[in-house]
């Protein structure tokens, strides 16, 4: 007898509840309308919710993220919030990648807001920069041929 396996169709169906057991298997039961990453029995452990307060208390007093002051204190939140173990650490890298990103476009957005005065204009050399004081000649150093006789 041969033994199947299963439809690829059915592995990686995104109706499936996304729970990892510890074998690292996945739930087998189609995800709930009321949570649609998990089924309903996976959907009440408390590392699969996410606290309406916790949102809250991420994004308090932020409004925009146009510098990296709120930036910083939207990380700091959410690794007071990680080491409280009221996150998951895989939400909490990818909030930290959307911040990674934009703190990336902070120096974009600041050239587009303040240009230079004249963007064709050519780059600016400086001719007359200073140069090292060579007028005292350091002694010769000894050459391989010197240590060797």
Do not use: W
Request: charged share 25%; glycine share 0%; proline share 11%.
């Amino acid at each position: 007898m041969t033994q199947q396996t299963r439809k690829p169709s059915f592995i990686n169906n995104s109706t499936r509840c996304t729970h990892r057991f510890a074998n690292g298997r996945r739930c087998r039961l189609s995800a709930a309308n009321v949570d649609p990453a998990f089924c309903p029995s996976h959907a009440r452990l408390p590392e699969n919710q996410c606290e309406p307060a916790t949102a809250a208390s991420l994004t308090a007093d932020l409004k925009e993220f146009r510098s990296a002051l709120p930036i910083n204190d939207f990380l700091a939140r959410l690794l007071l919030l990680l080491a409280e173990n009221k996150i998951s650490p895989r939400r909490a890298a990818v909030l930290a990648y959307i911040t990674n990103q934009l703190l990336r476009t902070l120096p974009v957005i600041d050239r587009e807001l303040n240009p230079k005065e004249d963007p064709n204009a050519p780059v600016e050399f400086i001719f007359d920069a200073p140069r090292p004081d060579r007028s005292e000649q350091p002694e010769p150093q000894p050459t391989y041929a010197d240590v060797c006789t």
